[in-house]
């Protein structure tokens, strides 16, 4: 799948800092990712580490005083509002290009790229029923009457497991356990049948089993509605559950990225490999210690130079990783790496090509 | 529960509530309008003298016996509220005439004034306190933000001072009352109406300003609180342009605590602004109340005094059902 020529998403060198009294937070320093149609792609990394702004950046959502700095968000639309956009020769927009307000990415959100936020719990308002908000994004991107849009939001929470769905239209969020509100935040985001779905870390608030049968549930629509979806984490575990290509980020940067059974199996990034050895198994014995990753996330402040993981790398070579930025080079056919242990700077030998992945 | 249901049970229960309140209330009414030591007469013989003329002693006590004056006080206040239960507001005895006439002969402008200026404040304050919070840290938010703190800085009757005299001085207008000479004591017509109209916009200004200052400052940082909440960004992210959103979702959960306040204005529209109306010369309540209090007429100024109580229950009232009506979670948490 992940073959696939024609990728939905492409983001290449994306940067977006946020420029505050005390200095600037460069959140996202120069990400690289795409999203094939159909596809799961797992972004993982610790907190902080720009997961949410990365995906902020893709809808535009990114407020004052962050902005995107630099870098390019190639995104295919469908073909049905392809006729009404300036599309690049090859299907494509950059949507770093539009305007974040502009009639074209209002359409895009919600219609073409649809948000399960962080937070679901306080994403619906508390003073507008379910119904209202449901109908109020259907209505937005389908031409069609409050009547229509009613009962399409009355199918859509069925649809996610919702039991008494129409009486739900009326409830207040409030009214509402964990998790149903979060199968009513699906409904509404799938709502106008879009093409990706971005779901940052929709399953941290809910208990575990609820957990599970959101993960299920999200699965099944994907392949329903045959729908790609970016999917948030920092539980490797979930990410081995629904995750076809895994994205690992730090600092801003992504580290590495590939299928997610080359990942788990084979890491190459010295971060990976530490962030697999601190997750239990079925092989750990009980009561052992699970490693953990040496020192802790620089303030975003004063990122290192260089390689951003160096000063906790076990690997780290001193006057390389601390100096030069390291760039992602494929490793396989379909896994990249950003560490100099790959670039062949270490051996002095020339830097391959990074456009050749993707 | 059905909400209907609840909010009627609510109302009805603080409905029960209201005798006994203004029961309580007029005790304190009563205690602090007779907390000065003397009573009306000793003030009006105070004044008699001051110009010259004088009482004898028996005439005094006449006078006394006949107000009542001479009772001790839980016997005047038990006669005070009963007369009240019986729908007898009293008798002035600086004016020499029943409180209800005198009330009511103020009442039209009183209100008409406070509905001018409640307008004026409301109209205003929104849409200053939502440009000020969308916009945060811009040029006109500063803008704002200084106007806002002159407003509430600048006392009130200072502004209405420096206003008169900036009129008379650049306008040649004399801007105290409410009406030109001519229609003060007319009986109403279409020019009596004009003439109001032309005059009541200064007061109205003056009265507003502080409390404009004041809303716009609750609106910016109600607003500013909401602006941040995951449900604006989840609107944006369904495609919602930026106003729209705006104006749906934050804007309408700053208001809300803000709309509860409405019920709080009902003693204000009542009695007006008491040093601001007597500065103005404006034919209000305000005025007359504060001539009852310095010359001692109990009767009236204890009238006014319990029908502003009566209304400020009846605001806070108005405010909880608006609240109950707006925000669903205080429904629910009183079911
Ligand atoms: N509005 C903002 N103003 C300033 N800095 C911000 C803002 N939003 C995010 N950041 C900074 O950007 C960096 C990345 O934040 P982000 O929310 O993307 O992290 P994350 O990977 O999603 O973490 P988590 O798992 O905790 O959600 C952080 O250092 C954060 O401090
Ligand atoms: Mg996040």
């Known amino acids: ?5 024609a990728p939905l998403l492409v983001v290449r060198d994306l940067k977006t ?22 596809q799961v792609v797992g972004i993982v990394g610790e907190s902080g580490c720009g ?50 307000q502009g009639p074209i990415m209002r359409a895009i959100r919600g219609g073409e790229i649809a948000l399960i936020p962080q937070e679901p719990m306080a994403a619906f308002s508390p003073v507008h029923t379910i119904g209202n908000q449901i109908v109020e994004a259907i209505r937005l991107h389908q031409d069609v009457d409050r009547q229509t849009a009613w009962e399409w939001g009355v199918e859509r929470l069925a649809e996610v497991g919702i039991p008494s769905p129409a009486q739900r239209m009326r409830a207040y969020s409030w009214e509402l356990s964990g998790g149903l509100r979060q199968r009513a935040m699906i409904a509404m985001a799938l709502a106008c049948g879009p093409r990706l779905l971005i779901a940052d870390e ?13 993960l299920t549930l999200l699965r099944a629509l994907q392949e329903q509605h045959n729908m790609a979806i970016i999917f948030i984490t920092h539980d490797l575990g979930v990410i081995a559950q629904i995750a076809d290509h895994v994205v690992v980020m730090y600092l801003g940067r992504v580290m590495e990225a590939g299928p997610v059974e080359e990942i788990f199996l084979r890491p190459q990034h010295p971060y990976t490999r530490a962030l697999l050895r601190s997750i239990p198994s079925i092989h750990t014995p009980s009561r052992t210690l699970l490693p953990t990753i ?9 990122r290192p130079a260089g390689c951003p993981f160096h000063p906790r790398c076990g690997d780290f070579v001193p006057g390389l990783c601390d100096r030069n930025t390291p760039e992602p080079v494929p490793v396989s056919p379909t896994q990249t790496v950003s560490c100099h242990l790959y670039t062949g700077e270490l051996h002095g030998e020339p830097i391959p090509d990074r456009s050749s992945p993707a | 529960m059905d909400p209907g249901v609840f909010m009627a049970r609510y109302i009805a229960q603080r409905l029960l509530l209201l005798p006994l309140l203004l029961f309580i209330f007029s005790i304190f009414a009563f205690v ?31 006078l006394r016996r ?28 600086d004016w020499q005439r029943p409180n209800a006439e005198l009330i009511s002969e103020r009442l039209l402008l009183t209100v008409l004034l406070g509905l001018f200026t409640f307008t004026f404040t409301w109209a205003l304050a929104i849409p200053i306190g939502i440009l000020s919070a969308t916009r945060q840290y811009s040029f006109l938010d500063y803008f704002f933000t200084v106007f806002n703190y002159i407003g509430v800085a600048t006392p009130t009757f200072m502004t209405a001072l420096v206003l008169m005299w900036l009129a008379f001085k650049y306008l040649g207008i004399s801007v105290t009352g409410l009406f030109s000479a001519e229609y003060v004591d007319a009986p109403w017509s279409w020019g009596r109406v004009v003439d109001l109209l032309k005059h009541i916009w200064l007061p109205a200004v003056i009265l507003g300003m502080d409390g404009t200052a004041r809303l716009a400052r609750v609106m910016r940082a109600n607003l500013l609180d909401e602006l941040h909440k995951p449900y604006v960004e989840m609107a944006r992210a369904k495609g919602l342009s930026e106003w729209r959103l705006v104006l749906k979702y934050p804007v309408r959960l700053a208001l809300n605590p803000l709309v509860s306040t409405i019920g709080w204005y009902l ?39 319990l029908i502003y109580c009566a209304l400020a229950i009846l605001g806070t009232l108005i405010s909880d059902i608006l609240l109950a009506w707006l925000d669903p979670r205080i429904r629910m948490e009183g079911s």
Not at chain 1, 51 to 72: E, F, H, N, Y
Not at chain 2, 70 to 92: E, K, T
Request: hydrophobic letters at 45%.
């Open chain 1, 294 to 302: 040496q020192g802790s996330i620089p303030h975003p402040f004063n």
């Open chain 2, 66 to 93: 006949l107000y009542g004056l001479d009772q001790p006080l839980h016997i005047q206040y038990l006669r005070w509220v009963g007369r009240i239960l019986r729908g007898d507001l009293g008798f002035s005895l």
């Open chain 2, 32 to 62: 602090i309008i007779q907390a000065p030591p003397g009573d009306f007469l000793t003030a009006y013989i105070a004044e008699l003298s001051a110009s010259g003329s004088s009482m004898d002693q028996a005439q005094i006590e006449a």
């Open chain 1, 202 to 214: 929709p399953t941290t608030a809910i208990d575990v089993t609820t957990q599970a049968q959101i």
């Open chain 2, 267 to 305: 003693p204000l529209l009542f009695s007006g602004s008491v040093i601001v109306a007597t500065v103005l010369n404006l034919p209000t309540i305000g005025p007359m109340l504060l001539r009852a209090l310095t010359n001692q007429d109990m009767f009236l100024a204890g009238a006014i005094v």
């Open chain 1, 51 to 100: 997961k949410s702004v990365t995906v902020k950046s893709v809808m535009r959502l990114v407020q004052r005083p962050g902005r995107l700095v630099a870098g390019t968000i190639r995104f295919r639309p469908s073909s049905q509002s392809a006729q009404r956009w300036p599309l690049a020769p090859d299907g494509t927009l950059d949507l770093a290009a539009l305007d974040p």
């Open chain 1, 1 to 5: 799948m992940s073959n696939d020529p």
């Open chain 1, 17 to 38: 800092y946020f420029f505050l009294d005390e200095g600037t937070v460069r959140a996202v320093d120069g990400v690289d990712f795409a999203v094939h149609p159909g």
